[in-house]
C-alpha cells in the first residue's frame, strides 16, 4: 500500500470549500498539470452528492491511461467526504478529503490517498520508480489550484442548486467534458449577449 497525504489553507469559509469538493466533477478543474490530468463523468448521483454518489474516474499520468469508477463512502458535511475504487485496475484506492475550520475565513484542506498498483511485484516498482511521484504532484496541483479559483475570481459555483448544477453537466457535456468552469463560464457569456441585445423597454410613469 502507499499512502500520499498533503495539506493546504485556504482563506475561505468552509462551508464554501466543502461545497466545492461533494462536486466529483470539479476534480477535472483541480488536476491540471502539464503532466497529469483527470477527467470525472458522473453516474449516479445521490441527494447532496452524498454517500452511494458513483463516478467514473478518467486519468493520465504522463502518457498512461487509466480508468477506474469510484463511489462515495463517507460524507460529513464541513469535515470529510471519502471514496473508493468499486471497478478498475488497482487492487486498492480511496481517497480522503477532511476540512478544519480554522477561522471564521481559513479553512485547512487534508488530501490523502491510499492505493496499491496491480501487477504484484513489478507495480511496486513502478509505483516506487515513477507513479508516486505524479500522485503527489498531482495533489499538490489540485490542492493549490483549488486555492487560487476558490481565493481568486470567484468562479467556482459553491452557491447552486443541483438542479442547475445537472444544467451545467449537460453543457459541459455538449461543450466535450470541458471543466465545469469553462462550461459555467460560456453560459454566463451567453446570458451576457442575450442581456446586451435585448430591447431597452422604457418605463412610462
Given amino acids: 500500500m502507499t499512502f500520499v497525504s498533503k495539506s493546504i489553507e485556504i482563506k475561505v469559509p468552509v ?46 499520468f504522463g502518457g498512461r ?8 463512502t463517507e460524507f460529513v458535511r464541513n469535515e470529510k467526504i471519502a471514496a473508493k475504487q468499486i471497478k478498475g485496475k488497482f487492487k486498492h ?3 480522503t478529503n477532511q476540512f478544519e475550520r480554522l477561522g471564521a ?14 501487477l504484484g511485484p513489478f507495480g511496486a516498482i513502478v ?20 486555492r487560487g479559483l476558490l481565493e481568486g475570481n470567484g ?15 449537460e453543457e459541459k457535456k455538449k461543450m466535450n467534458d470541458v471543466p465545469v468552469s469553462t462550461a459555467l463560464t460560456a453560459i454566463i457569456e451567453r446570458y ?11 418605463r412610462q410613469d
Fill in 15 to 60: 462551508d464554501n470549500v466543502f461545497t466545492y469538493f461533494a462536486r466529483p466533477e470539479h476534480v477535472s478543474d483541480q488536476l491540471k498539470s502539464e503532466t497529469v490530468g483527470m477527467t470525472v463523468i458522473p453516474m449516479d448521483i445521490k441527494e447532496g452528492m452524498g454517500v452511494g454518489t458513483t463516478f467514473r474516474i478518467v486519468g493520465d
Fill in 65 to 72: 491511461r487509466m480508468e477506474w469508477d469510484c463511489e462515495t
Fill in 93 to 95: 484506492w480511496m481517497i
Fill in 105 to 118: 475565513n481559513l479553512t485547512r484542506v487534508t488530501m490523502s490517498v491510499d492505493y496499491k498498483l496491480p
Fill in 127 to 146: 509505483d516506487r520508480i515513477k507513479f508516486a511521484k505524479f500522485v503527489e504532484r498531482g495533489m499538490e496541483t489540485a490542492l493549490y489550484n483549488v
Fill in 155 to 169: 468562479s467556482i459555483p459553491v452557491y447552486i442548486t443541483l438542479e442547475a448544477y445537472q444544467k451545467i453537466l
Fill in 192 to 202: 451576457n449577449q442575450i442581456e446586451a441585445s435585448a430591447p431597452v423597454v422604457k
